[in-house]
Structure formats: C-alpha cells, structure tokens
C-alpha cells in the first residue's frame, strides 16, 4: 500500500540493529509507540520461540512460564505478563545493587530455584537505564546466564537505546548485541 513507506522502515531497523550490533544488520524488526508495547511483543515472541504450539493451543498446553526481571525494571514487564496470560505471578523480580543495576547472582539463583520447583524460564527482561535511577544492568553477564540456561534475552532499551549512537556512552551497552530482542 505504502511502498516508500515500507522501503524506509526496512532501511531504518536494519540500520537500527546494525547498531546493537547485530552482523550484517541482520534479524527483525518492528516500529512500536513506546517501550511498553516493544516489552509485551519481546515477551510475546520469545515464548512463541520457545513454545510454538502456543498460537493453536492457547496457554493452557504450556507448562508454567516464568519471566525474571530486575526489582527496578519498568512495571509493563508485568503487564505484559498478565496481558499474555502468564499472570503477574510469574515474573520473578531480581534484586538490584545499591545503584539499581540487576544483580546477575540472584538472577542465576532465581533461574535454578525455578527450574527444581518445575517451571520453565523463558524470558529475563535487562534494563538499558531504568526510569528511576538511570541504571544499565550488566548485560555482558545476563547474556552469559542466558545463554545457559536457553532463555531469551531481552534489552528493554526505551530510556537508554539512544546511548547507542554515542561514542561515549555506547559502552553502558556492551552485550545488547547478544540479546535475541531489543
């Protein structure tokens, strides 16, 4: 309908990941209004990725999915969990240091004590600058937990994505390039 329009958004994201550093541009994309709905679709394809049965049979052929994401994250981490059917309940807040970054032990922690009480974790949500303290969670270390344990990575990056386009601030970002959605 729009081919100019599509031409630019298709130049636009590829640049986009190009700059989280993904090879070649490559991956997927999609233009969203605001970092909340962007957490909803990361948390919705990650457990399609997981658990592609889920678009014919519902949530109710799923076993119980857990999400983790830092006790400073942004609170549409929870919607979206409730708006995908997930519930509230199963996203497993990490505790934070004193400077509001994601403690990666607790996260690991968190991921193991899951797993033995028989849920399956499949999404942990980093922070690339949290709305209260402006802090970026160690994403190198996130993504060594991550990959794992087979859980998808996601960078909610609405506050500090921009950072990416500096030459001294990218560095708050290094690991985004490791995550399976930013």
């Known amino acids: 309908i729009a081919p100019v329009f599509v031409l630019l958004e298709y130049v636009t994201l590829k640049k986009m990941r190009e700059m989280i550093g993904w090879p070649g541009g490559s991956g997927d994309g999609i233009f969203s209004p605001g970092g909340a709905i962007s957490n909803l679709y990361a948390m919705l394809i990650a457990r399609f990725k997981m658990f592609p049965e889920v678009k014919e049979k519902g949530m ?57 009480n028989g849920y399956v974790p499949f999404f942990v949500s980093a922070t690339a600058g949290t709305t209260v303290y402006g802090a970026f969670d160690p994403l190198i270390s996130i993504a060594d937990i991550c990959k794992k344990y087979q859980i998808w990575m996601h960078v909610d990056a609405a506050w500090g994505g921009g950072l990416l386009m500096s030459r001294k601030h990218r560095w708050k970002l290094n690991g985004a390039d490791r995550a399976n959605s930013v």
């Open 60 to 116: 109710a052929a799923l076993p119980r999915l857990v999400a983790f994401t830092s006790e400073h994250s942004h609170f549409s981490v929870k919607k979206g969990a409730a708006a995908l059917g997930i519930g509230t309940d199963s996203v497993i807040l990490i505790k934070a240091d004193e400077r509001g970054k994601l403690i990666p032990s607790d996260l690991e922690r968190r991921i193991i004590e899951a797993k033995q």
